[in-house]
């Protein structure tokens, strides 16, 4: 079942924050997230396992909140290299050999 | 070195026709996978191979192959094209399973006409 990511587009000036929601329906074993920019691969950011571990990449971060079977990606202090589209992909059990991905979320940021 | 390698990079081709994606990755992993993205980015994942073997083929019609002849390689063959097969297929592995990192390959985008 795949995840429900909001919103769907954000328009951000350099140094400015958002943060982007991914949500379930189903509990998660796992959130995964990932970036891609135009015309490229996807690119890993962080996985976040059950247990409410968060993890940080530059000046973003995550956070996973099971009982909301939820997780929000942080983009702080922005910069024009994170414009792209954030993916969120989950999994329901460990090891599932299979990712469910969210619509993706479209980061612009403007100088 | 690139990790994860697909080729052809582009396919443009005639409805009807029959073609391959090739995919291979160097890192050494356990698992590797298909996926399509459509027009509106929407990623999807066709299948999901471990140590050669299927583990998931997520109702994909069956003009649909893959193949592993080994851990490194991963290739797909599609019958019979049809418009809505046009999309970007990305190859894509992990050391073992899904809790773990994927790695994309930089995809393989098929036109069909």
């Known amino acids: 079942q795949q995840p429900v990511q909001s919103p769907q587009a954000v328009i951000l000036r350099e140094g400015e924050d958002a943060v982007i929601n991914c949500s379930s329906s189903?509990?998660?074993?796992?959130v995964h997230w990932y970036r891609q920019k135009h015309g490229e691969a996807p690119v890993f950011l962080m996985i976040?396992?059950?247990?409410?571990e968060q993890k940080g990449h530059e000046k973003i971060s995550a956070s996973f909140n099971e009982k909301k079977q939820q997780s929000s990606l942080y983009l702080t202090a922005s910069q024009l290299s994170y414009s792209g589209t954030y993916f969120c992909?989950?999994?329901?059990?460990?090891?599932?050999?299979?990712?469910?991905f969210g619509a993706g979320t479209t980061v612009t940021v403007r100088a | 070195d690139t990790a994860v390698s697909q080729t052809p990079k582009y396919l443009v081709t005639q409805m009807g026709n029959d073609k391959s994606i090739k995919c291979e990755q160097n890192?050494?992993?356990?698992?590797m996978y298909w996926y399509k993205q459509d027009s509106k980015k929407f990623l999807k994942i066709m299948f999901s191979?471990?140590?050669?073997?299927?583990?998931i083929n997520e109702t994909v019609p069956n003009r649909f192959s893959p193949k592993s002849p080994d851990k490194a390689h991963l290739n797909l063959h599609i019958n019979s094209l049809e418009l809505g097969d046009s999309a970007v297929y990305f190859c894509?592995?992990?050391?073992?399973?899904?809790?773990?990192?994927?790695?994309f390959g930089p995809g393989t985008r098929l036109l069909v006409l």
């Open positions: 894509a592995s992990s050391q073992r399973g899904t809790t773990e990192t994927q790695y």
């Open positions: 189903k509990a998660l074993y796992s």
């Open positions: 976040l396992l059950k247990g409410g």
């Open positions: 992909g989950t999994e329901f059990r460990s090891n599932d050999y299979k990712l469910s």
């Open positions: 890192l050494g992993h356990d698992t």
């Open positions: 191979y471990n140590n050669k073997e299927l583990i």
